[in-house]
């Protein structure tokens, strides 16, 4: 009987028409009410906000650009604070770091965007905040969502004073010629010198002293008179509302249930649900689905209009749609393209395989969102006799590629083996027959296995960077020689105070690529900074280094480097070689030759077994007649013995880090 009952109210339950109507079916965990209907991913249970009470000339869009760790994530959370768009508490911490790897690492990797709505003076603001990365890494993020803006805040740590990547970060503001607002943060640090970083910026930046904000971003100080010198400084977008749609899609990421989630910054016009719109791009034709705003987290709206920055969902499933630079338009509207962004220069190259090659596929498929989401790495399919099928990718700098590896690893899952990073060199060819074969006189190498034979090369060429380094003046000795060492040559030397070098030195790309950043910090106990810039290609004696295994190249292990470094080079993978080739019954030589010459040997000793344990006493010629038997056996197996280097001698062989 107590059966039957249950039975009937779990019958009565299913058949109600909502599952919000039987409060009992909804688990603990999800919201009750209306909104446990909705999906949880979705936007949808939120009320719609009416942007039309925000003309052009109440929109200030800005970004925050500074040095690493010099508070801009925290100004951020209290700007987010005093606005009324998150809750004060105390783990108020990187609210827009969204990423694990943010978190772990405590530092920005993508820019984020926010919009706060502020009341100053009785007129309501609509601020658009782009919180952006600090390092020379993600320098290409900065750039992007300085296209978004009309004004930055540059934020200077009242402590450390300016940095290397402020000064980078400065001139970019001042090339985009946007509204710039000095920033002095950390003013209740017990050794902050506001005054001093006050004269600094005067000097370098040749901003008046009293257009500086002192300001503490923990504790909150002072932060409400930024929000004042935004309004009074930064001017509004030069754009109209009445202008047909034309909107710059600066920033995207991938939804498993919406498909593309596109950032965008309205440069004319209006765009609303149901409206058609088209790429300049791919030409494709897509119907909005929704659009709104980041408060952080989305807010959908009734309409966007000129001026203001928001996202749009419409129906882009593939991650090739959403081109970061593209300009969206309504159809049969069509409007002349934005400039968009200067394609991104790749610093580094390193290849990427799959584990195990079943896994090809998949990866394939994370490469590709996880690139939309950072458009500045590029991608070309590689494949190697040892790896297998992969690719060789390019990034900014070699921290890139580590949170690059990290967030593969976070969010998708996927382990891969990265082999060692390379510069990409460039040849002018000399020979007709190269020359029509490549159908150019340049070409540009980023795999060792394509470099060309000296005899048909009038010339090699190595990427170069112009390195700013400031630093305290006691450890300028110690940095001049670290340069030198690499190759180095100083371009500039320029007092910034009394206590602070700014150093600029001309470097050559693989002799800072691996590891001159953390040598520059042991030099210099952590105050020394470093940034760097493209600075062309110049002429540089390389040469190809072959690794051999008893006669036999081998492919993967070939590296591009200066002749002047060929020795130590060769000398460590050989050494690193014998370590991980497992031992086998004849000897193995292992050799690095730069053409026919060899520059450095290991040899790794054969298996043999003790033929004259039989032997006790009796004539010596008997001993030495077994040994020369054993001998010439080794000999005979060493010529028609084969060396297999196992998978995972190679990756430790091929791995960043060294071994010792």
Not at 203 to 232: H, M, W, Y
Not at 427 to 434: C, M, R, T
Not at 463 to 490: F, N, S
Request: with cysteine; hydrophobic share 40%.
């Amino acid at each position: 009987m107590a059966l039957a009952g249950r039975t009937a109210m779990w019958w009565a339950r299913l058949r109600s028409p909502c599952p919000c109507a039987a409060p009992l079916c909804v688990p603990p965990w999800l919201p009750a009410g209306p909104a446990a209907c909705e999906r949880l991913y979705s936007s949808r249970g939120k009320e719609k906000l009416d942007m039309s009470t925000y003309p052009v000339e109440n929109i200030r869009n800005f970004s925050i650009i500074a040095h690493v760790d010099h508070g801009k994530s925290t100004l951020a959370d209290r700007l987010l604070e005093i606005t009324g768009a998150i809750a004060k508490t105390a783990h108020n911490k990187q609210v827009l770091d969204k990423l694990q790897v943010e978190r772990e690492r405590g530092i920005t990797v993508k820019a984020q965007s926010a919009s706060l709505f502020y009341n100053h003076e009785g007129v309501n603001y609509l601020l658009n905040l782009i919180d952006t990365p600090g390092h020379v890494d993600f320098n290409y993020e900065v750039s992007r969502s300085l296209s978004a803006c009309q004004g930055v805040i540059l934020v200077v740590d009242a402590n450390e004073g300016i940095q290397a990547q402020t000064v980078a970060n400065f001139y970019l503001a001042f090339e985009a010629q946007l509204a710039i607002i000095p920033v002095i943060n950390k003013i209740d640090l017990k050794h902050a010198d506001p005054e001093r970083v006050e004269k600094q910026i005067e000097k370098l930046f040749d901003i008046p002293i009293d257009e500086c904000v002192r300001i503490s971003a923990k504790q909150g100080t002072n932060v409400e008179k930024v929000l004042q010198k935004i309004i009074e400084k930064i001017p509004p977008p030069q754009c109209n509302t009445a202008d047909p749609l034309k909107a710059l899609v600066f920033d995207s990421t991938f939804d498993h249930y919406r498909g593309v989630i596109a950032n965008i910054a309205l440069f004319g016009g209006e765009i609303q649900k149901g409206h058609k719109i088209v790429s300049a791009h791919t030409k494709k034709r897509y119907e909005v689905n929704e659009v709104g705003i980041l408060t952080p987290d989305e807010q959908p709206t009734h309409k966007l209009y000129a001026g203001q920055v928001g996202y749009v969902i419409a129906g882009m499933k593939e991650v090739t749609e959403a081109q970061i630079g593209d300009t969206l338009f309504l159809y049969k509207q069509p409007v002349e393209p934005l400039p968009g962004f200067k394609s991104v220069k790749p610093m580094v190259f390193a290849g990427m395989y799959p584990v195990d090659q079943t896994e090809y596929n998949n990866l394939k498929s994370a490469l590709e969102k996880l690139t939309l989401n950072d458009s500045s790495v590029t991608i070309h399919r590689d494949s190697s006799l040892a790896l297998g099928a992969g690719w060789r990718l390019g990034f900014l700098g070699l921290l890139h590629m580590e949170v690059f590896n990290q967030r593969l690893e976070q969010e998708y899952n996927m382990s891969v083996i990265l082999t060692a990073p390379t510069v990409p060199y460039k040849a002018i060819l000399s020979s007709a027959k190269l020359i029509k074969e490549y159908g150019k006189a340049e070409i540009t190498i980023i795999n060792p296995a394509q470099f060309p034979d000296k005899i048909s090369v009038s010339e090699y060429l190595e990427p170069t960077v112009l390195g700013t380094i400031v630093t305290p003046q006691e450890y300028i000795g110690k940095i001049i020689v670290l340069c030198q060492d690499r190759r180095a040559v100083q371009k500039d030397m320029l007092y910034i105070d009394e206590h602070r070098v700014m150093l600029k030195y001309l470097f050559p790309l693989n002799e800072i690529v691996l590891d001159f950043y953390d040598a520059l910090k042991s030099l210099s106990s952590g105050y020394a900074s470093f940034d760097y810039e493209d600075a062309g290609y110049q002429a540089a004696d390389l040469i190809k280094m072959d690794i051999l295994l008893n006669g036999n190249p081998v492919e993967e292990l070939a590296t591009i480097i200066h002749s002047d470094k060929a020795y130590a080079t060769g000398k460590l993978l050989c050494e690193r070689l014998k370590d991980a080739i497992p031992r086998q019954l004849f000897e193995i030589a292992i050799q690095a030759a730069i053409g026919k010459r060899i520059i450095a040997r290991e040899t790794l000793k054969a298996y043999r077994k003790n033929v004259v344990a039989k032997c006790y006493g009796g004539d010596i010629t008997r001993r030495m007649k077994l040994l020369k038997r054993q001998a010439e056996g080794k000999k005979l197996m060493r010529k028609i013995g084969n060396v297999e280097v196992p998978r995972d001698a190679f990756i430790r062989v091929l791995k960043r880090e060294p071994d010792k």
